[in-house]
């Protein structure tokens, strides 16, 4: 029997109040950056250890402003942090929206391709249909499995 992961599906409405909604998030997020990969893999992260010390220098250089070189942002630093916490609970949710996108859209295409093998081995076994020969060859392609090749005979002498 066919699985049904996805059995609701969201209506004409739906989309489109979903489509609006993604274009008010892209456009009040436009501020959000994308990194290239070589930034990515340079940059210096700050994990969960190093966030207190982080906290702890924001705290302390702020009581020790006088000691800090003129070209030091401090204020930058602290509307860094300032924002870092106001919208960490906004990223999580957007990850959590994500990650569920993402299961979706996996559970959407096992069920299609759980329906079409399913169908297909009926249509297989009840002999030729419209369009059989075409899905068998598809088949064929997508279950081809790697023959490995012999290994050779070392040559005699």
Known sequence: MTQ???SEHFAPGDLEAIDNALTILETHLALLLELSVEDRRTLVKMGD???AFCRQAVIVLGQNRNFLPPSFDYDELQRDMTELDLMRPRFARLRLL???ADDT?????SDILDAALEGYAYVKVTGKG???DA???SAALRFARRRKSKPT????S
């Open 105 to 109: 859209e996996m559970a959407l295409g």
């Open 135 to 137: 899905m068998k060859e």
């Open 153 to 156: 005979d070392p040559p005699t």
């Open 130 to 132: 419209a369009g059989l």
């Open 4 to 6: 049904h992961l996805v």
């Open 49 to 51: 250890k190093s966030e």
């Open 98 to 100: 994500a990650s569920r």
